[in-house]
T-cell receptor, first 117, second 117 residues
């Protein structure tokens, strides 16, 4: 079974600064997807960024980028130019590339990101 | 983007009553939907995989007679918490995967906060 570990229960950053959230995972599969989800106080799950394991290039979405190290099974999220609206719980998630439709997401425990003015 | 509608967003009920939560994919078909449970400041825990036209697949430790799932159409799955008790109080979230190959994304509903008195 796959596991996802987020070792930082809480992180703090000041506005305009950069912060990196850590995530490691364990799997025996060679093909899979990795995701970062944001859950603000509204509790709506919002997809921040995704990475396909067979792609070596790190995914980027505006101020959000990942450092994907497949051999090390590491998938960190970097948030640049942090904004107050970035404050939320961030979940790292793993999904098998099995296309049967039954594979779901395995979530880490989450990292609460606090952003101060 | 794809939208998943979940309602009610909040429900308060008396102990012993049953509560139904609906999850609808508004602009896509989803043979498979997933139901999660989230405790305060905790991660999402998969409860069951809902399959249109067949019985749901429950995760270990989840009582199928307590949490009834009906996936009546390609756009609707319902979770009924039967004979609810205070320990069933939690945040319940559904997600849906669009049919068609190649879609690794899951789209989430906005969640339902259940409080059992």
């Amino acid at each position: 079974a796959q596991t996802v570990t987020q070792s930082q229960p809480e992180m703090s950053v000041q506005e305009a600064e950069t912060v990196t959230l850590s995530c490691t995972y364990d799997t025996s599969e060679s093909d899979y997807y990795l995701f970062w989800y944001k859950q603000p106080p509204s509790r709506q799950m919002i997809l921040v960024i995704r990475q396909e394991a067979y792609k070596q290039q790190n995914a980027t979405e505006n101020r959000f980028s990942v450092n994907f190290q497949k051999a090390a099974k590491s998938f960190s999220l970097k948030i640049s130019d942090s904004q107050l609206g970035d404050a939320a719980m961030y979940f790292c998630a793993y999904r098998s590339a099995d296309d049967s439709g039954y594979s779901t997401l395995t979530f880490g425990k989450g990292t609460m990101l606090l952003v101060s003015p | 983007g794809a939208v998943v509608s979940q309602h009610p967003s909040r429900v308060i009920c008396k102990s012993g009553t049953s509560v139904k939560i609906e999850c609808r994919s508004l602009d896509f078909q989803a043979t498979t939907m997933f139901w999660y449970r989230q405790f305060p400041k905790k991660s999402l825990m998969l409860m069951a995989t809902s399959n249109e036209g067949s019985k749901a697949t429950y995760e270990q430790g989840v009582e199928k007679d307590k949490f009834l799932i009906n996936h009546a159409s390609l756009t609707l799955s319902t979770l009924t918490v039967t004979s609810a008790h205070p320990e069933d109080s939690s945040f319940y979230i559904c997600s849906a995967r669009p049919d068609g190959g190649g879609s690794e994304k899951l789209f989430f509903g906005s969640g339902t906060q259940l409080s059992v008195l």
